[in-house]
């Protein structure tokens, strides 16, 4: 596995490295002593799946408060996303920063996003299912968010004819709100 570092500390854009024959390929998506070589936590306890219809589909921007931080590695098993990380670390040089990426069912990449470091995506394809592995368990009393549109992280998200989001994603505080 590639592990290429982001902007922001702790998160990575992890690349498989597939081995190939006539039948496909076979390729490690987590191997415990790789992650800790750089840092990063490979106990994952849970497994989600969010499945989505249509291309614009926008999810996030969305973390777990303390005590039930969580680190996620996640990955797209069908179509494609542009994935998005904000840094909301307090005690961090990048707080308040964003990164993106691509992740596709075709180029296999996964990306580790460590605590404090809010998550969301939008979908580039219809049918888009997105992998989530977690390092804690979904506590929902912990579930927090931040606006995908706030123009203090000016995200540039890709276009689209249609922008589906949840009336609770709607809903989120700007950055500048968090408590």
């Known amino acids: 596995m590639k592990f290429i570092p982001t ?5 990575f854009v992890i690349e498989m490295e597939p ?10 998506t987590v191997c415990t002593e790789q992650f800790a070589l750089h840092g990063l936590k490979a106990a994952f306890v849970q497994q989600s799946v969010s499945f989505n219809t249509k291309a614009g ?4 921007l969305h973390f777990q408060a303390a005590p039930h931080e969580e680190e996620k590695l996640v990955r797209v098993t ?7 990380i904000v840094d909301l670390r307090r005690d961090s040089p990048t707080r308040g920063r964003w990164f993106g990426v691509e992740l596709t069912a075709a180029n296999h990449r996964q990306l580790y ?7 969301g995506f939008q979908t580039l394809s219809a049918g888009t299912e997105v992998l989530y592995e977690m390092t804690v368990p979904f506590a929902p009393q912990s579930g927090r968010g931040i606006r995908w549109d706030d123009p203090q992280l000016g995200i540039e998200w890709p276009a689209c004819g249609e922008r589906t989001i949840s009336a609770k994603d709607r809903a989120l505080p700007a950055l500048s709100e968090l408590s």
Request: charged share 20%; hydrophobic share 50%; net charge negative.
């Open 7 to 11: 902007p922001l500390a702790g998160a």
């Open 19 to 28: 081995v190939e024959d006539d039948r496909g390929f076979f390729a490690r």
């Open 57 to 60: 589909t926008l999810r996030g």
């Open 78 to 84: 069908a179509g494609a996303i542009f994935d998005v």
């Open 113 to 119: 996003i460590p605590c404090g470091v809010a998550h």
